[in-house]
C-alpha cells in the first residue's frame, strides 16, 4: 500500500505559478511511476504529467506542455508539479497517483492515489 497526500494548492491569479508536491509513504517510492491528474467540475479527471522511477522520463498532457514541470525526490519520498503561466482552464483538483510499472496516461493505470488538492486561477 501506498500512501499519498497532496499539498501547495490555492488561489492564483491568471500568469502566476504554484509548486504542488505529493508526499508518499509506505512501499519503495522508488519503485513507483508518479503521475499528476486534475479535474475540474463536471469534467472527467485527465492525465497532466507522470515522471518514471528514476525520474529519467516525463511525459505531459499537450495542454501544460512548456508550462508545468513534473519532478520527483526519491531521497524525500516526493513528488513535484511546477505549474507556470496559470491559466483559469487550470482550475482543478490536482491529484497525484502511483503505479508499479510505465508511464502511464490513463487514470485506470493507477493503482493508488492521493485526497487531491485544489487549485483556483482567477483572471
Known amino acids: 500500500q501506498v500512501h499519498l497526500v497532496e499539498s501547495g494548492g490555492g488561489l492564483v491569479q491568471a500568469g502566476g505559478s504554484l509548486k504542488l508536491s505529493c508526499a508518499a509513504s509506505?512501499?519503495?517510492?522508488?519503485?513507483?511511476?508518479m503521475g499528476w491528474f486534475r479535474q475540474a467540475p463536471g469534467k472527467e479527471r485527465e492525465f497532466v504529467a507522470a515522471i518514471s522511477r528514476g525520474g529519467g522520463s516525463t511525459d505531459y498532457a499537450d495542454s501544460v506542455k512548456g508550462r508545468f514541470t513534473i519532478s520527483r525526490d526519491n531521497a524525500k519520498n516526493t513528488v513535484y508539479l511546477q505549474m507556470n503561466s496559470l491559466q483559469p482552464e487550470d482550475t482543478a483538483v490536482y491529484y497525484c497517483?502511483?503505479?508499479?510499472?510505465?508511464?502511464?496516461?490513463?487514470?485506470?493505470?493507477?493503482?493508488?492515489w492521493g485526497q487531491g488538492t485544489q487549485v483556483t486561477v482567477s483572471s
Open positions: 497517483a502511483a503505479r508499479g510499472r510505465s508511464i502511464a496516461t490513463m487514470p485506470a493505470s493507477y493503482d493508488y
Open positions: 509506505g512501499r519503495t517510492f522508488s519503485n513507483y511511476v
